[in-house]
């Protein structure tokens, strides 16, 4: 089980090694940073619940959940979510937020998931105020 998260320039990436390329169906996916909300650490149970179809990936009841997943948002007016899952036992994952309607949501089991989640915020506020910085610049002129 090998999932990489980086950041490479204004690219969040996952990169899926072994077979988790095979229960995902995917190797690689790339986030803009400006589109990451962010990011925690949280217990796997409550957001499996909601797992409702899956559309392209894996799934193994208690074993595994992998691929890309639509979510029941709001049931009485059919709104979903496509959300990345790749998880297995544990009982904690990194869940990244995006603005993007896919995906809206990123499920990880990865090590080090604390680390990653403080790494992954601590980049989105250096970018907004990048991006704050840059505006007030614009207006001084």
């Known amino acids: ?13 996952l990169r ?6 095979i229960w995902a169906l995917r190797r690689h996916l790339e986030v803009p940073i400006a589109d990451v909300v962010g990011a925690s650490v949280e217990a796997k149970d409550p957001l499996a619940d909601n797992v409702a179809f899956r559309i392209r ?3 193994i009841p208690g074993l595994l959940i992998a691929g890309k997943y639509s979510i029941w948002k709001h049931a ?5 979510e496509r959300q990345f899952w790749l998880t297995f036992r544990g009982a904690e994952v990194l869940v990244i937020k995006t603005s993007l309607p896919w995906p809206s949501l990123l499920v ?15 980049t989105i506020n250096e970018s907004l105020a990048s991006a704050r910085r840059h505006d007030a610049a614009g207006d001084a002129r």
Do not use: C, W, Y
């Open 1 to 13: 089980m090998a999932v990489e998260v980086t950041i490479e320039g204004r690219m969040l990436q």
């Open 16 to 21: 899926m090694t072994g077979f988790d390329q």
């Open 57 to 59: 990936g894996s799934s």
């Open 76 to 80: 009485r007016n059919h709104e979903k």
């Open 108 to 122: 990880l089991e990865v090590p080090g998931a604390r680390e990653l989640a403080t790494m992954i915020n601590e």
